[in-house]
């Protein structure tokens, strides 16, 4: 029988969970800068975008 009192799985320390944390939210920073980058781009170029030659 499989003993109940161990965890499935890896068990995160404080440490690892922060720094965890950390770089789930530099992740999303970036991602969010890129999309703002991308949205400028987009509004600065403006009609022009869809304009293409065929």
């Known amino acids: 029988m499989a003993d109940n009192d161990k965890p499935d799985g890896i068990v995160l320390t404080e440490v690892q969970k922060k720094s965890r944390r950390q770089r789930s939210i530099a992740i999303a920073l970036a991602l969010g800068v890129l999309v703002l980058l991308f949205f400028a781009?987009?509004?600065?170029?403006?009609?022009?975008v869809l304009v293409r030659p065929l």
Do not use: L
């Open 41 to 48: 781009v987009t509004i600065v170029r403006g009609p022009a």
